[in-house]
Nanobody
Framework: QLQLVESGGGLVQPGGSLRLSCAASGFTLDYYAIGWFRQAPGKEREGVSCISSSGGRTNYADSVKGRFTISRDSAKNTVYLQMNSLKPEDTAVYYC???????????????WGQGTQVTVSS
């Protein structure tokens, strides 16, 4: 069974940190770029970050540059999103999704996880 499962979300105070995980089952992530997306209530889904299949290329939305770091661990078949200096506007459901090899654009993601809630509040 093909699965992408996000974990690591929760409630954190402004300025705090969380590390999200995107664990794959039923296929290897080695052939896929993995993107992180988020959607807050009443807002459009937005791309947050992406890492190429090799890990050699990464990109970030301007709103998270310098605060978030994407990485991957082939041995664990998992991609991570380290989120530091969290702000209330980071509150959203965070999703990971796969795309063959490259991060170009926000189209072509063919398989998605169910999401994990991140809430940043004092």
């Amino acid at each position: 069974q093909l699965q992408l499962v996000e974990s690591g979300g929760g409630l954190v105070q402004p300025g705090g940190s969380l590390r999200l995980s995107c664990a794959a089952s039923g296929f290897t992530l080695d052939y896929y770029a993995i993107g992180w997306f988020r959607q807050a209530p009443g807002k459009e889904r937005e791309g947050v970050s992406c890492i190429s299949s090799s890990g050699g290329r990464t990109n970030y939305a301007d709103s998270v540059k310098g605060r978030f770091t994407i990485s991957r661990d082939s041995a664990k078949n998992t991609v991570y999103l380290q989120m530091n200096s969290l702000k209330p506007e980071d509150t959203a459901v965070y999703y990971c999704a796969r795309r063959y090899y490259y991060c170009s654009g926000e189209l072509g993601y063919d398989f998605w996880g169910q999401g994990t809630q991140v809430t940043v509040s004092s």
